[in-house]
């Protein structure tokens, strides 16, 4: 008699199911571009505008994305994601306006000042190209909804930060990071007026999670794929 095929016996390991057996789903080239991106543009910013420059939300995305791109982190690309899609709309937004002589609300400013390289400049379209980057992680790895909360406890305490610890608004700031976050107003030459400066602070503290990042949340919470924790 000839012996019977069967399956091999169950080791006990549990059977990835259909999302988790897509893990590792990220391409390569993707990552050596991204990489070689941020090789350029973490020494070049380090060495223009200083170590202070990083506290940025967009360059804080840039650097977690990093690492999410290489561990295939869902949570690290949501964070980036619910974090600044909404603000990076506003940036792309401001600076087409921008091109016409028409800024929205002047946080584009600095693209179009003649003492700043179109090599520092053309580093800055990463603004244009980033949203998209992180939609599409978004939806091959997930979304995870942690990401809200996690991004809004980082928020707080970077704004902290550049509130108590960094440069205020000075006529001319030339590269030094000043304003960082807009802690101060829309201006890196003056601070806002409207209010007094600790109330500007307590609106950005709580406006950030719960005006920029709350509704993107529910947005990316409905139209992705829930992330799958490993």
Same mark, same amino acid.
């Given at each position: 008699?000839?012996?019977? @095929? ?16 897509? =893990?590792?789903?990220? /391409?390569?080239? #993707? ?11 973490? /020494? ?25 791109? %290489? $561990?295939?982190?869902?949570? @690290? !690309?949501?964070?980036?994601? !619910? ?21 929205? $609300? ?12 179109? +090599? ?20 091959? #790895? ?5 990401? %809200? $909360?996690?991004?809004?406890? #980082? =928020? ?26 807009? !802690? ?9 007026? %409207? ?20 509704? $993107?949340? +529910? ?12």
């Amino acid at each position: 008699m000839s012996a019977s @095929l069967s399956p091999a016996p169950w080791d006990g390991t549990a059977l990835p199911s259909e999302p988790e057996a897509r =893990a590792h789903r990220l /391409p390569l080239a #993707l990552k050596l571009a991204y990489t070689a991106f941020m090789a350029v543009l973490v /020494p070049t910013y380090g060495w223009y505008y200083g170590p202070t420059n990083f506290l940025y939300f967009c360059d804080i995305a840039l650097i977690l994305t990093l690492v999410g791109l %290489w $561990t295939e982190s869902a949570l @690290l !690309v949501s964070m980036c994601a !619910v974090g600044i899609l909404a603000p990076q709309v506003i940036w792309v937004a401001d600076f087409a306006a921008g091109l016409f002589g028409m800024p929205l $609300t002047g946080m584009t400013d600095y693209m179009f000042k003649s003492e700043n390289s179109a +090599f520092l400049r053309g580093l800055s379209l990463f603004h244009g190209w980033l949203p998209f980057l992180l939609v599409y992680l978004v939806w091959r #790895l997930g979304y995870d909804r942690r990401a %809200w $909360t996690a991004w809004s406890g #980082l =928020a707080v305490v970077v704004l902290a930060i550049c509130f108590l610890a960094m440069p205020a608004p000075r006529p001319d700031p030339g590269l030094t990071p000043v304003n960082i976050n807009y !802690v101060w107003g829309m201006s890196d030459t003056a601070a806002q007026t %409207w209010m007094p400066a600790w109330a500007w602070f307590g609106l950005l503290v709580a406006g950030i999670p719960l005006a920029l990042c709350g509704p $993107t949340h +529910f947005v990316l919470r409905a139209v992705m794929p829930a992330a799958i924790r490993r």
